[in-house]
């Protein structure tokens, strides 16, 4: 019996993973009081939310912009781009926490980040399933 490879994507979601824990860690040890906690409050759902998204996904998760399948169930049957939309709900859970001016202009930067790949995504997904996309859309929110 032979063993395959896991694919890109379940590498990527665990490096998600160890970077945001690895954050999360430093952020938790270096600021102890209430404006961390109420951050990290933001943070850890989205976090969380960020990550089953990623796996409903499953194979149509990917660096660049394709269309394998038209997921729709889960998040997904409410929300077109629920992985931008809590990674950006983590992240600025983190910047509360972090309190830093920098940080508040990566987790900006990112935002725009998100709405650029959103609309190349959506372009994508609008060429291959045509109608039915559309009509995906009309009922889901981002």
């Known amino acids: 019996m032979t063993r395959s490879k896991p694919s890109i994507s379940y590498w ?21 009081d209430w404006v961390c906690i109420v951050g990290e409050a933001i943070a850890v759902p ?31 049957s409410k929300i077109r781009h629920p992985i931008y939309l809590f990674s950006t709900v983590a992240l600025l859970g983190t910047a509360v926490c972090l ?6 202009t ?12 959103a609309g190349r995504e959506e372009k994508v997904l609008r ?6 996309y559309i ?3 009309r009922r889901t929110w981002f």
């Open 46 to 76: 989205g976090f969380v939310l960020w990550f089953i998204a990623k796996l409903q996904l499953g194979s149509s998760f990917t660096a660049k912009p394709e269309a394998r399948e038209l997921v729709t169930v889960g998040l997904y």
């Open 135 to 137: 009509d995906y859309r």
């Open 99 to 104: 309190r830093s001016g920098y940080f508040y």
């Open 12 to 32: 990527l979601l665990l490096g998600d993973f160890i970077f945001y824990v690895a954050v999360f860690l430093f952020v938790v040890a270096w600021r102890r």
């Open 127 to 132: 060429e291959k399933f045509g109608q039915q």
């Open 106 to 117: 990566f987790v900006g930067i990112s935002v725009l980040a998100q709405f650029w790949r």
